[in-house]
Structures are given as structure tokens and as C-alpha cells.
């Protein structure tokens, strides 16, 4: 038995990549949602001004001094990656280092409009944890975002195209 769809081969095949760059997009940031990083969420509490966590404490104080005490917010992003790193000394050991990033919105004190920031924790296999936090330009969170978004849309209309009659002129 075989399937015949009205829809066009290419509009089927462009919608199911669409989805999947639409998972790859938004899922990493659902499960952050439901399951955030306690490390990271104790940053962003001493950035606020709670308990600094040892690790943390140069990155959280530079921060606090370049823009004051964290006032509010709202996680528009996460990202996971590991790597393997090799030691140049010539010991045969690995390496293993997770990164986890979570880019939020963020407004502080010395800043009278928000802006998007990343705090991103570097673990390694022997637990030695290490923070960086920077100051994201908008436009990449937003074209990070769009980019799959539009593609989706354009799938999707193509997707509602049926396909044309042939028509014979013989």
C-alpha cells in the first residue's frame, strides 16, 4: 500500500527538516526551563546579591562592579557542549569539559535599560567548575531565534501548497 500525498515531495521533506531545526532551537531551552542549573542559578542569586559561591566569587564581583546588583532576570536562551581536551605536558590523560551557558535578559542597577547577558559554567571530570559572564549582542539571540522560526513559517506555508494538476494538451 502506498501513500499519495497532495503536498509536494520537497514541502514534505523541508517541513520535517524544519521541525527538527525548530527542536534543536527550542528544546534545549524548555528542559533549562524545567530543570535549570542549580550552579548557574546561584550565580544569578549572587548577582542579585545573595551568598556568592566560592568558584564564582572574581566573576560575580566584577560584574556587580561594571553594572551593579542584578534586578531582574528572564532566561531567553541555554546551550550544552562537551569537549575533550588532551594535556600539552605529554601525560596520556583526557580531559573532559561540559559547558553550559544560559543567556538571559537582564536588568541592573547601573544600566537603565536591559540587556542580554550569558553566564556560562565550564565543569571538568575532576569537579573544578570556572564561570564567565558576558554581555550577548541582541541581534545574535534574535537571529539564533528567527532564523528556525522562518524557516518553519516558509515550510509550513509550502507545506498548505497542493500540488498542481497535471494537464494534458494532447
Do not use: C
Amino acid at each position: 500500500m502506498t501513500f499519495k500525498s497532495s503536498r509536494p515531495t520537497y514541502a514534505i521533506i523541508l517541513f520535517a527538516l524544519s521541525v527538527i531545526f525548530m527542536g534543536t532551537t527550542f528544546l534545549p531551552l524548555l528542559y533549562s526551563l524545567l530543570f535549570p542549573n542549580e550552579d548557574i542559578e546561584r550565580v544569578v542569586a549572587a548577582l542579585k546579591g545573595g551568598t556568592t559561591p566560592l568558584d564564582a566569587e572574581n566573576v560575580v564581583q566584577e560584574a556587580k562592579g561594571a553594572v551593579g546588583s542584578l534586578t531582574r532576570a528572564i532566561q531567553v536562551g541555554s546551550g550544552y557542549t562537551w569537549n575533550r581536551g588532551f594535556h600539552l605536558t605529554g601525560a596520556h590523560e583526557q580531559t573532559n569539559i561540559s559547558e553550559t551557558t544560559y543567556v538571559y535578559i537582564a536588568w541592573f542597577e547601573k544600566r537603565p535599560k536591559p540587556m542580554f547577558v550569558s553566564i556560562v559554567l565550564y565543569a571538568n571530570d575532576a569537579g573544578q567548575k570556572a564561570y564567565r559572564i558576558n554581555e550577548v549582542n541582541g541581534i545574535s539571540v534574535a537571529r539564533a531565534y528567527a532564523i528556525p522560526v522562518l524557516f518553519f513559517a516558509v515550510s509550513l506555508f509550502l507545506m498548505r501548497r497542493k500540488k498542481s494538476p497535471v494537464v494534458n494538451s494532447h
